[in-house]
């Protein structure tokens, strides 16, 4: 298979606004094909080694996920220290606000402890201001001013002294693979995007596409 990574461009002095706007095009795109990608393949879409890369330029929604104003309105909500750790493209909000509705935001953040928070931006309206929360927040938030026919890109930030857990036994991990099978947060690549890791996270897992391996070797027949 092979990947769509390009080589990342030069961060540049864009505002967040144009950003969004690079990745305006690919969202359009992505909602017109029919069938419509799975959700699942739309998680991670700031990875360039992730399944999404296959669908999309990864660089791009990377730097949106690391604009610094974007970020700087993270840190008054979880702190000074925060790492990137995934984010999702939903085609339609409706299907994110009945994940919201549902309480399943948060159930999957293998995070120790769980805290973080979610930035939602509309990438067809890049003048929009994104709507940030924390994950307390989010519960009791009132998001009826999003169109829930219009894409909606979720992004997750936690706070860097939250640990990472890696262990797909443990139980966010665990109901993730049940629930979301196609998903695997454990091998997830994180960015630290401000500050310092103050809780020993692994940011070397994850940072390179899954070498194929040939099946094998069969015994000889007798």
């Known amino acids: 298979m092979k990947f769509a990574v390009a080589e990342r461009p030069r961060l540049d002095s864009?505002?967040?606004?144009?950003?969004?706007e690079a990745i305006q095009a690919t969202v359009r795109e992505l909602a017109r094909r029919r069938p419509r990608p799975r959700q699942e393949r739309l998680s991670g879409m700031h990875n360039p080694w992730g399944q999404a890369a296959v669908l999309a330029n990864a660089w791009r929604f990377l730097d949106v996920c690391e604009d610094a104003r974007l970020v700087d309105a993270v840190a008054r909500l979880i702190g000074p220290?925060?790492?990137?750790?995934?984010?999702?493209?939903?085609?339609?909000?409706?299907?994110y606000l009945r994940f919201v509705d549902a309480g399943r935001e948060g159930r999957y953040w293998p995070a120790t402890p769980l805290a973080g928070a979610v930035a939602l931006v509309a990438p067809v309206s890049p003048s929009r201001?994104?709507?940030?929360?924390?994950?307390?927040?989010l519960a009791g938030a009132d998001l009826s001013s999003i169109d829930a026919m219009a894409?909606?890109?979720?992004?997750?930030?936690?706070?860097?002294?939250?640990?990472?857990?890696?262990?797909?036994?443990?139980?966010?991990?665990?109901?993730a693979m049940q629930e979301q099978p196609l998903i695997n947060y454990a091998t997830r690549p994180l960015w630290l995007v401000r500050g310092e890791d103050r809780a020993g996270?692994?940011?070397?897992?994850?940072?390179?596409?899954?070498?194929?391996?040939?099946?094998?070797i069969q015994p000889e027949e007798r």
């Open 14 to 20: 864009s505002t967040l606004g144009e950003r969004v």
């Open 81 to 95: 220290d925060i790492v990137l750790w995934d984010s999702e493209l939903h085609l339609q909000a409706g299907s």
């Open 129 to 137: 201001a994104p709507i940030l929360l924390d994950l307390v927040s």
């Open 151 to 175: 894409p909606l890109y979720v992004i997750r930030y936690l706070p860097a002294t939250s640990l990472f857990v890696r262990d797909p036994r443990a139980s966010a991990n665990w109901a």
């Open 201 to 216: 996270n692994d940011f070397v897992t994850g940072f390179a596409a899954a070498v194929p391996r040939w099946a094998a």
